[in-house]
């Protein structure tokens, strides 16, 4: 069973960069779709980006396209989310998933869950 543990989140200004990292371990990471999920308090859970196992296709969000970037590294196990022009709205916690199967927008559809690093941005 692949373990998630994502990393990179802290606080910075609006205009900014962050990079997730998220580490998985305990299996084979390699056939996994991943994606990244962010959840905002009092807010549904919103699909930000995913990756397909082989890191060919890459999906986004309408409200992060252009602005964030998902890849994967499946030699070190980990997939990134590097994210710039940063906005207040962006503030959430940012979920690494992973599935076993193509990707999806849906979170239902992962397997797999890290347990979220917090994203905050100041305006």
């Known amino acids: 069973q692949v373990q998630l543990v994502e990393s990179g989140g802290g606080l910075v200004q609006a205009g900014g960069s962050l990079r997730l990292s998220c580490a998985a371990s305990?299996?084979?990471?390699?056939?996994?779709?991943m994606g990244w999920f962010r959840q905002a308090p009092g807010k549904e859970r919103e699909f930000v980006a995913a990756?397909?196992?082989?890191?060919?296709?890459?999906y986004y969000g309408e409200s992060v396209k252009g602005r964030f970037t998902i890849s994967r590294d499946n030699a070190k196990n980990t997939v990134a989310l590097q994210m710039n022009s940063l906005k207040p709205e962006d503030t959430a916690v940012y979920y690494c998933a992973g599935r076993r199967s193509a990707v999806h927008s849906m979170g239902a559809r992962y397997e797999y869950w890290g347990q979220g690093t917090q994203v905050t941005v100041s305006s």
């Open positions: 305990g299996g084979t990471f390699r056939p996994y779709a």
């Open positions: 990756i397909s196992a082989s890191g060919g296709s890459t």
